[in-house]
């Protein structure tokens, strides 16, 4: 790992930290029904999906992943579980290389016009949902 690269990812580690302590943030967290001796992924907006998902699988679902994107500071969380959604017949199903990256993904998800973002992801492995963290409606 090249020394920027590292410096990127300590850059991303604090980032989360400092907005993991606002009020805001934790509040976020709380409604999506995570407790804070729980795991959270940071993941550069750069890296690899099948990287970030070998991180993911380490872990009991649901799986928070927080997006940093280096060169504007953009934050965004997001989490992962495991779905039997999309198996149906008649449900259509977004191929999503491994090879594309989690910043490309979670744009993706948010040009969908809809309060949560689904995508049943396969490379030989099981299916992945995806919800955006937001705060609910009031």
């Not at 008649?90 to 949560?116: D, K, N, S, W, Y």
């Amino acid at each position: 790992m090249a020394t920027s690269e590292e410096a990127l990812r300590r850059k991303a580690a604090f980032a989360v930290a400092r907005d993991l302590g606002s009020h805001k943030t934790r509040s976020l967290f709380e409604a999506s029904g995570y407790r804070s001796d729980e795991q959270i992924i940071v993941a550069l907006e750069s890296d690899t999906i099948e990287d970030v998902f070998t991180r993911v699988r380490r872990f009991a679902p649901p799986v928070a992943v927080a997006i940093y994107w280096p060169d504007s500071e953009r934050l965004e969380y997001t989490s992962f579980k495991p779905t039997a959604e999309g198996k149906a017949a008649g449900v259509p199903r977004e191929q999503i290389g491994g090879t594309a990256t989690i910043g490309m993904l979670f744009e993706h998800a948010e040009q969908q016009q809809r309060g949560q973002y689904r995508f049943n992801l396969t490379w030989d492995k099981p299916d992945m949902s995806i919800n955006r963290f937001e705060a609910a409606p009031a």
